[in-house]
């Protein structure tokens, strides 16, 4: 029988597993697979031989069935700011970027949900790199552990605080696969994130959004980037399919489900986006529901045809909103020299053409 991976099981098919294929019986279920659970997610073990929890036969038995294995780091890039990104090759071949975000009192990791994406926002750069795949729930989760792997972050005391789910790719799109990893991120014999420990971002799937405030219920964040439909649709083609008014629609589903604000996504563009007249607009969107909203600096990358706002301008921009009695944070842009920072990320892999 040929070895299965670990990171492929959720707590259920492990179960079933344990039962089906190493015959334990069902009384003794829950506590095995509580074993074999903290042992991999709490301690970062790498090696079933290391399970001391199991009798002898019965690892054995495991080691044979089944595998630790990770994907392989192909590149690590550290900036001068001391953000992190890796570059990791998956089974099948393809490359996703993942980035490790340290700061004074918390440390972010930022995760991706897909290689490559749909939505070509004219301003991102992964948006240049065609959609190759959604990555499976075990591909999200590896990112999480090879990150904690690296850095050393397996005590009680987490070094990686928030995970976002802001990477390459649009999480909405690959619903069903980051609903399985963040139960196993959530999982308190586990990796145990609270759900106010994880963000996952949209750009504004509008009809996954109700849904995912009942099965997932993190913090969300929205892509916004325009406070109107014919700059957004300018800037941003989801919006042809998904309008404005039905976000904020959407979103007032979610934050009364979830009970916590949503969080704005805005990149300042340079004459796009960012005049006071535009400030005003937000305004008056963010009055309609429980929000508050992050002016990201813009972070250029070879061949866009935007530039960013400067930085007075983007304080004005803010002030406006802060003066209407609404929490608006300029986001430091971190990484930028590794191309680590928001939109930047883009691996070389390419969908194969089916003959």
Known sequence: MKQKNFFDFNLESLKNFLIKELEIEKRKIPMRCKQIWQFV??????????????????????????????????????????????????????????????????????????????????????????????????????????????????????????IVLMGMGEPFYNYDNVKTAVEILKDKEGLNYGSKKITVSTAGIANKIPEAANEIGTYLALSLHAPTDDIREMIMPINKKFKIKDLIEQCKYYSSVVKEKITLEY?????????????????????????????????????????????????????????????????????????????????????????
Request: net charge positive.
């Open 41 to 162: 997610y709490k301690k970062g073990s790498l090696k079933i031989n290391d399970l001391t929890t199991f009798p002898l036969e019965l690892r054995d038995k495991l080691n044979s069935l089944v595998s630790l294995q990770r994907p392989k780091i192909v590149n690590t890039q550290t900036s001068s700011d001391g953000t992190i990104k890796w570059l990791i090759k998956l089974f099948d071949g393809n490359e996703v970027e993942c980035v490790y975000i340290p700061e004074k009192t918390r440390a972010t990791l930022c995760i991706s949900s897909q290689v490559g994406c749909t939505l070509n926002c004219r301003f991102c750069h992964t948006g240049t790199q065609r959609l190759v795949k959604n990555l499976s729930f075990a591909e999200i989760i590896n990112q999480v552990m090879i990150a904690k792997e690296q850095i050393n972050d397996w005590s009680e005391q987490k070094k990686i605080t928030n």
């Open 267 to 355: 990149v300042m563009l340079r004459g796009i986006n960012d005049s006071m007249e535009c400030s005003k607009q937000l305004v008056k969107l963010m009055a309609q529901f429980p929000c508050k909203v992050n002016l990201i600096e813009f972070n250029p990358w070879p061949g866009v045809q935007y530039l960013p706002t400067k930085r007075d301008e983007m304080e004005k921009f803010g002030k406006i909103i802060q003066d209407a009695g609404y929490v608006a944070t300029i986001r430091r842009s971190r990484g930028q020299d590794i191309l680590g920072a928001c939109g930047q990320l883009r691996t070389e892999s390419q969908k194969i053409k089916q003959i």
